[in-house]
Nanobody
Framework: QVQLVESGGGLVQPGGSLRLSCAASGSIFRINAMGWYRQAPGKQRELVAVITSGGSSNYADSVKGRFTISRDNAKNTVYLQMNSLKPEDTAVYYC??????????????WGQGTQVTVSS
């Protein structure tokens, strides 16, 4: 199986920065797209950013120009650099990976989530 483990969340003041990391491990043949989602209390989970295996990326309009997604394919790790954070960025952030495992099966895997709180 495959495990995704996030790290880097925490409490930060408005205008501050955080960097999230998500490392994938297990029976991985290939990781296709990787992405970050978030879910605020009382709201649906939403896409924040996604990056393909080739490095192409897309962002939610609400984070464009402030967040940057990147990945290290050698380490099976995806990052989310979050700058100019706002209180409305407060949410649990989840890592998602579109993974082909060694048996040839392909499916989406999720991390356990990491809390990001933006508050003064």
């Amino acid at each position: 199986q495959v495990q995704l483990v996030e790290s880097g969340g925490g409490l930060v003041q408005p205008g501050g920065s955080l960097r999230l990391s998500c490392a994938a491990s297990g029976s991985i043949f290939r990781i296709n797209a990787m992405g970050w989602y978030r879910q605020a209390p009382g709201k649906q989970r939403e896409l924040v950013a996604v990056i393909t295996s080739g490095g192409s990326s897309n962002y939610a309009d609400s984070v464009k120009g402030r967040f940057t997604i990147s990945r290290d394919n050698a380490k099976n790790t995806v990052y989310l650099q979050m700058n100019s954070l706002k209180p409305e960025d407060t949410a649990v952030y989840y890592c998602n990976g579109d993974v082909t495992i060694v048996a040839g099966l392909r499916r989406a895997y999720w991390g356990q989530g990491t809390q990001v709180t933006v508050s003064s």
